[in-house]
């Protein structure tokens, strides 16, 4: 606690030479201060829910605290609860169970109204936090504000037993419950509540399919950007929780009955360090155990009361503009596991199907995993020599094949305003893939785009002053395009130098390859679509609620 009063103190004397801003919200006076590299002002950590406790950590977030005075917005580096998975979590972060905070960034500037974005970070939904990465840049040249923030991971966001103690969603609930806040107090900030964007990235982009088809977040926002993550894959949300549930405690050392008693009690008792600690990245199915799921009606408000394939086919959704994008390589996002599964995957191919498909047996799974195999791999054996039949296997079923179902469920389903796009600028800052000499855009390329600075493959920052001036005019070209969808729900306006584009049709039109330059294509065909759409016909199994007997 010394250390956190000496921190906080340090950081008043240092901003008490910037500038500031004073803004009164719902819960009392904030100050904010200016970022002087950029000229924008910046409110950290202020809390916009609170954390329920004890027996109650499973549940929806409360109110939001409120104080006298003012509130000293300066950033603290609180973060939800997680484990460092990948090594990019600072040592002077802080992990609190109180983590409902939000980052606010706004331009300077006398103009009210101004166009919202909340960006959900990414992170499979286990790690991750609000200002991993910025946008500082991008709310100074577009005259947008930029709202981020933590919300509940792993099993303390998305533990989903449907029984009152976890019904399920916690943190789907946080980003509820962060643009309710938008909606109520962004006014204050020069903001319009009226008109805000969802923004966000890998799990980050499956929030904002899921937001866009949550009865809980209509009218809470405008439009959508989903950038290298979709709500409808295997991975989105969980096909059966309680055998999550139940395996996921056996990694934490459960040794009880299968009773849903017993195992909320198990849940209810861990300390948080030990609750979200468990390595859940290395499936070989692509399944994860803790994300949002298919609730069971308890009688209270409900984030999904179904499948997000069964909301899209009925077409029971508000259909808000929609940006989709995903990279060339998404599937070298998987290369790094690549060493640990080079045996099994020669030996046990059928392991490596996506979890949204069910047999009837043993020989029936054994059949399409060798059908799948040789449509990838052919008689070849399946190692650094075809690495990039790898990249392609898991680029379809990681991201491009349910994003491209995805987008033809809403086509279907009558809506008119969807802009779909493949981006696939690399340059020498660009790492190679692993095993290889190649280079590709990769998972989130096109988030980091617009970004601040530069980020490789395992997304460590770089300063943008030392990029090459080619990656610069993407960088800004990427953020022209993204802000002028944010303001109008238009990628490109009707005045720019670049193809007009128009959003998708049935036919599938309009579809737009970003590299160097913007190319459009008047079709867009995919033969591997066609080949996995024949097998989901017959073999898909959509995620249900929990089922307590």
């Not at 000293?72 to 972060?93: F, H, M, T, W």
């Not at 047996?361 to 040789?374: D, H, Q, R, T, Y």
Request: proline share 5%; glycine share 6%.
């Amino acid at each position: 606690m010394r250390s956190i009063l000496f921190l906080c103190n340090f950081f008043l004397a240092v901003f008490c030479e910037l500038r500031s801003q004073t803004v009164r919200i719902s819960q009392g006076s904030v100050r904010g201060y200016e970022d002087p590299e950029e000229g924008i002002f910046i409110f950290y950590n202020v809390p916009y829910a609170t954390t329920p406790k004890g027996p109650n950590k499973f549940k929806a977030p409360l109110p939001a605290p409120v104080w006298n005075g003012t509130f000293e917005a300066i950033n603290r580096q609180i973060v939800c609860p997680q484990s460092d998975l990948i090594g990019i979590l600072p040592e002077y972060k802080i992990k609190d169970e109180e983590c409902l905070v939000a980052n606010i960034y706004v331009p300077d500037t006398k103009e009210d109204n101004l166009p919202v974005v909340v960006y959900i970070h990414g992170g499979a939904f286990v790690f991750g936090w609000g200002d991993l990465f910025t946008f500082r840049k991008f709310v100074r040249n577009q005259n947008i504000i930029v709202v981020s923030f933590n919300y509940r991971l792993s099993a303390h966001g998305f533990l989903c037993l449907g029984t009152e103690d976890a019904p399920g969603n916690a943190g789907m609930k946080d980003q509820i419950a962060l643009l309710r806040w938008v909606k109520n107090n962004i006014k204050n900030f020069g903001g319009n509540p009226d008109d805000v964007t969802i923004h966000g990235c890998s799990a980050g982009a499956t929030s904002v399919d899921l937001l866009v088809l949550s009865k809980m977040a209509k009218g809470l926002f405008k439009r959508g950007v989903a950038d290298s993550g979709i709500g409808i894959a295997s991975y989105a949300v969980q096909l059966n929780p309680i055998d999550n549930a139940k395996k996921y405690a056996k990694f934490l050392g459960y040794k009880g009955n299968d009773d849903i008693s017993s195992l909320t009690s198990f849940y209810k008792s861990l300390p948080y360090e030990k609750l979200n600690s468990v390595q859940v990245m290395t499936n070989t199915d692509y399944s994860l155990y803790m994300t949002p799921c298919v609730e069971r009606d308890l009688g209270e408000e409900m984030f999904l009361d179904d499948s997000p394939y069964n909301i899209l086919k009925n077409g029971s959704y508000i259909k808000v503009p929609m940006l989709y994008g995903f990279s060339e390589m998404e599937g070298s996002f998987r290369l790094p596991q690549f060493h640990l599964w080079e045996r099994e995957i020669n030996a046990n191919f059928s392991n490596f199907l996506p979890l949204d498909l069910e047999f009837k047996n043993f020989s029936e799974k054994e059949l399409i995993a060798n059908k799948v195999k040789n449509y990838y791999f052919g008689d070849k054996t399946i190692g650094r020599e075809t690495i990039f039949n790898f990249v392609n296997f898991s680029t379809d079923i990681f991201i491009t094949y349910n994003m491209i179902k995805q987008v033809k469920l809403h086509l279907e389903a009558g809506h008119d305003q969807i802009y779909f796009y493949e981006y696939v600028y690399s340059d020498n800052a660009t790492d190679n893939s692993p095993f290889t000499e190649v280079r590709g855009a990769s998972h989130c390329s096109q988030t980091f785009a617009v970004m601040d600075g530069f980020y490789n493959f395992v997304s460590i920052p770089y300063d943008e002053k030392l990029i090459p001036n080619e990656m610069i005019g993407i960088k800004e070209m990427m953020r022209k395009i993204y802000g002028n969808f944010m303001k109008t729900g238009r990628p490109i306006g009707t005045d720019s130098d670049l193809p007009q584009w128009t959003p998708m049709s049935c036919e599938w039109s309009e579809f737009m390859t970003i590299n160097r330059t913007v190319q459009l294509r008047k079709s867009f065909t995919s033969e591997s679509t066609s080949f996995w759409d024949k097998i989901y016909e017959i073999y898909f199994k959509g995620p249900k609620p929990p089922q307590i007997d």
